[in-house]
């Protein structure tokens, strides 16, 4: 869902018919929150959607963004296809990005740069008829990612590259080799420009639930990818099934990623009684995923999805573009947020709250000190509780019943400005240079910031001197709205939206 809401300002743009052209600027922020627990087992995340959908304010966009922060969220993720982001040969669409990812740096973060997003295919206008694999694409993915660098300042810890690009692939099967070769060409490109970040491919996950083995396309799909990828709604032709079916279903996705590690690009549950659900099933299906989630070692990360409803106008929109006509798919995309689109909560929101507060304990054996994430500023002293050995190098003896000081080197500070704001509908960034400020300010430290020592994956950023004393923007444009949807759905399988 998150990759088509990003593109829709584009589709759009001067369809004065429809009340969407705002789209990009409130549906572009995904999934975030401050890391508000010393050591999380699994980093959890929410789509900060806003109240009012399409006819949200900037005061609607910061509130909810700082409703998630409040919440306890301890990850971001920020979705875009290709052709968002690049939308021709040197035009990049990256303020958005890098204001939603600075607003709180000590975040997980994983990135979607979507060549697939369901069943299209989105590259830059000049690259459409070009070969995925071909020396000119890879050398533009590799120009594109020094860009994000210098957008977002770096540490980036996932990268998705394509969402649910199995059933774009399935369709498609002639470019299937094609991709493979890009994929490991792109992946390489990231890499190098963000080292240590896990790279993958998002497939849906419905299409993995069948008790059939994944596809020959699913197949490639996952053995390619550095952790598996996926967007996990229980639903059969968009009708929820009981909450307890996350249990099965996450022990069957285990099996399938085969070791690997497991990120959840997005959760959802719909909850309205035209699909024989309800509020009370979608607050017992959060409950049971905190559980669940946390239960499997070999889940890292989990983006649910959202924090308001969408409104009609929206489903409308996405359900022509899918080219989908059931019913069903609009209701389920009315009622998948924790909270109505009118701002009134539903009982999920006070379980994921609930959720977010019950800190998972962590055996001290089985974390490294220099991996637990610290708000000393640099300079500062960290009391150390352990003995030191007075003939370490390392440490410096202090005077009985004292703590040993220990130095804090500074964070790398992020590169570029991060001034808040939201950029009008299907505007590039290199052309809208305004700003507007947001209605409150969180402070970030940046040039004299916290030190951060990652828990998981630690890259070092660009260099740029900036103070990131950034806002909460008017963000989002979701790139990756994916929908529920199922693989035995009356609608075609491809007409599945995020």
């Known amino acids: ?61 910061t509130n909810a963004m700082k409703m998630c922060v ?42 979607g740069v979507q060549v697939f997003d369901i069943t299209t295919k989105n590259m830059p206008s000049d690259l459409t008829r070009a070969k995925l694999d071909s020396p000119k694409v890879i050398s533009r993915f590799g120009q594109l990612m020094v860009k994000m660098k210098k957008a977002t300042g770096g540490n980036i810890a996932y990268m998705s590259i394509g969402n649910e690009a199995d059933v774009y692939l399935s369709k498609h099967p ?20 963000f080292p240590g970040c896990k790279v993958g491919i998002t497939l849906r996950a419905e299409n993995l639930l069948e008790g059939k083995p994944p596809s020959v396309v699913a197949q490639k799909l996952l053995d390619e990818s550095d952790v ?25 996705l285990a099996k399938v990623a085969n070791g690997k590690q497991i990120v959840f690009q997005e959760i959802g549950y719909p909850s309205s009684p035209k699909l024989g659900s309800s509020d009370k099933n979608q607050a017992e299906f959060v409950t049971l ?19 308001h409803d969408l409104t009609p106008a929206i489903c409308d929109y996405l359900a022509e573009h899918y080219l989908i006509n059931s019913k069903n798919y609009r209701q389920a995309m009315q009622s998948l947020g924790m909270r109505k689109s009118t701002g009134k909560e539903r009982p999920a929101w006070t379980a994921l709250k609930n959720g977010l507060s019950e800190k998972p304990v962590v055996k001290i054996d089985e974390t490294k000190p220099e991996e637990m994430p610290t708000d000393v500023a640099p300079g500062d002293t960290v009391p150390v509780t352990t003995p030191v050995s007075p003939s370490s190098p390392e440490q410096p003896e202090a005077p009985a019943g004292q703590p040993v000081p220990v130095k804090v080197e500074p964070a790398a500070p992020e590169a570029g400005s991060s001034p808040t704001g ?48 950034a806002v909460p923007g008017a963000q989002s444009g979701s790139d990756s709205d994916s929908k529920p949807d199922s693989s035995k759905s009356d609608d075609s399988s491809d007409s599945k939206d995020k």
């Open 174 to 193: 002639k470019e299937v080799d094609s991709f493979i070769k890009f994929f490991k060409a792109a992946r390489a490109e990231v890499v190098k420009t």
């Open 70 to 111: 409040d919440a306890g969220v301890t990850g971001i993720f920020y979705g875009g296809t290709w052709a968002d982001l690049e939308p021709s040969k040197g035009a990049y669409s990256l303020t958005q990005m890098g204001k939603t990812l600075k607003y709180a740096p000590k975040l997980q973060r994983f990135i």
């Open 422 to 469: 939201t950029p009008p509908a299907g505007s590039s960034d290199s052309v809208d240079k305004t700003e507007s400020k947001p209605e409150s300010k969180i402070e970030t430290q940046s040039d004299q910031g916290a030190a951060k020592v990652e828990t998981k994956t630690e890259t070092k950023s660009d260099s740029g001197d900036t103070k990131s004393d």
């Open 289 to 307: 995923a905190f559980k669940e989630l946390r239960k499997n070692p070999q889940i890292e990360f989990a983006n649910f999805f959202a924090l």
């Open 1 to 61: 869902m998150q990759s088509i809401i990003t593109r829709v300002s584009g589709k759009i743009k001067g369809r004065q018919s429809r009340p969407l052209v705002s789209l990009v600027s409130f549906l572009m922020a995904l999934s975030f929150g401050f890391c508000s627990s010393p050591v999380e087992a699994v980093t959890f995340g929410i789509t900060p959607l806003p109240k009012g959908g399409e006819n949200a304010t900037p005061r609607d966009q």
């Open 228 to 252: 598996v990828m996926f967007n996990y709604y229980p639903v059969t032709n968009y009708r929820p099934k009981p909450p307890q079916q996350i249990e099965k279903d996450m022990e069957i």
